[in-house]
């Protein structure tokens, strides 16, 4: 059962302040992998162990699932990975940009909470301002993945983030959808749709060459394939 959270509340739009990497993790300049909408935190600590040469981070929206998570973490012997609470399109965008460069080097967004109803697209994960600043986080080649058991979510998605002309999909993969998921841990989520024999809709994007629009321009092009009765509305 989701639990979800209505990311346009007065209390999830308070900005946070974010720890630096240097105040995260025992190596700070390692590649680093950013899950958001972690939920749990199983992939994320999965991944930390799996791969230490890696660090991992987690935020999430949800604060009693970040208080049991990160105290996993911080107990974690390889100090490279941890859990944070926080609205991702409220407090990531300046954190992203404060980065090294080519530190950031993986974004995923795993089977984020199903807003269905129209009138709620403004509580999708995924929104321009959070794509953009993404793409101004990762260097060519470096990696966006998405996943989704619900092809309403994962649709807006993959249309946005190719909207922004940012990003490509590997030649190699499939389409419309990776059969296989690229990172070897996968979240609850994932292991639970796959028991019961449901598919889940994968797209892994790579960073390319292509300089980020405009926020203004991306958000009025989206704006126009989203929601175009409101674009005909305003117009008229």
């Given amino acids: 059962m989701r639990q979800h959270v209505n990311p346009l509340s007065r209390f999830f739009q308070l900005p946070l302040q974010l720890p630096a990497p240097a105040e995260l ?17 199983r992939c994320v600590l999965g991944l930390a162990e799996h791969n230490p040469h890696w660090n991992h981070l987690g935020v999430e929206i949800r604060r009693p699932l970040v208080t049991s998570a990160d105290r996993e973490a911080l107990a974690a012997e390889n ?30 967004i795993q089977f984020p909470d199903p807003w269905f109803k129209r009138r709620h697209r403004k509580r999708r994960v995924l929104q321009p301002a959070l794509l953009i600043a993404i793409a101004g986080a990762l260097q060519p080649g470096r990696e966006l993945f998405l996943q989704s058991d619900v092809r309403d979510v994962i649709d807006p ?21 990776r059969h296989s998921n690229p990172l070897p841990i996968p979240t609850e989520r994932e292991r639970y749709v796959l028991e019961q024999g449901l598919p889940v809709y994968r797209v892994l994007f790579r960073r390319n060459q292509q300089s980020k629009p405009a926020l203004s321009d991306l ?15 305003v117009e008229s």
């Fill in 25 to 41: 993790f025992e190596r700070p300049n390692q590649p680093l992998h950013l899950d958001i909408g972690c939920a749990r935190g």
């Fill in 157 to 177: 998605m993959v249309a946005l983030t190719e909207l922004s002309g940012c990003f490509e999909r590997p030649a190699e993969d499939e389409r419309p959808w």
């Fill in 219 to 233: 958000e009025k092009r989206w704006q126009a394939i989203d929601n175009p009765a409101e674009v005909r509305t």
């Fill in 79 to 108: 100090g490279n990975v941890r859990v944070l609470f926080c609205n991702a399109n409220i407090s990531l965008e300046g954190w992203m940009n404060s980065l090294n460069q080519d530190l950031l080097q993986r974004v995923s």
